[in-house]
Nanobody
Framework: QVHLVESGGGLVQAGGSLRLSCVAS????????MGWYRQSSGKQRELVAT???????TYADSMRGRFTITADKAQNTIYLQIDSLKPEDTAVYYC????WGFGILSGQGTQVTVSS
């Protein structure tokens, strides 16, 4: 099994920045790729970005430019840097891991609230 714990969310003013972290533990070798998703109130969950074990990154088209996904393999951690935050970025941000054998797993999420 893989356990994911997100952190770094909070209340920030528009124009500010945040860096979210997601630490993975457990069967790390089973992880194929990890990613960040977000869900705003009343909306469907949407992809932000993914990163695989070779550090290849993908971004949702609408997320290019202000969102940067990185990984520290030694720390089993991925990050999401969000710059120039907008009120519409307010959401719960989830870390997901696609694994061999355990399917797709999610963390508990971290709330990001952007005030105007």
């Amino acid at each position: 099994q893989v356990h994911l714990v997100e952190s770094g969310g909070g209340l920030v003013q528009a124009g500010g920045s945040l860096r979210l972290s997601c630490v993975a533990s457990g069967s790390i070798s089973s992880i194929r790729y990890m990613g960040w998703y977000r869900q705003s109130s009343g909306k469907q969950r949407e992809l932000v970005a993914t990163i695989d074990t070779a550090q290849r990154k993908t971004y949702a088209d609408s997320m290019r430019g202000r969102f940067t996904i990185t990984a520290d393999k030694a720390q089993n951690t991925i990050y999401l840097q969000i710059d120039s935050l907008k009120p519409e970025d307010t959401a719960v941000y989830y870390c997901d891991a696609a694994t061999w054998g355990f399917g797709i797993l999610s963390g508990q999420g971290t709330q990001v609230t952007v005030s105007s």
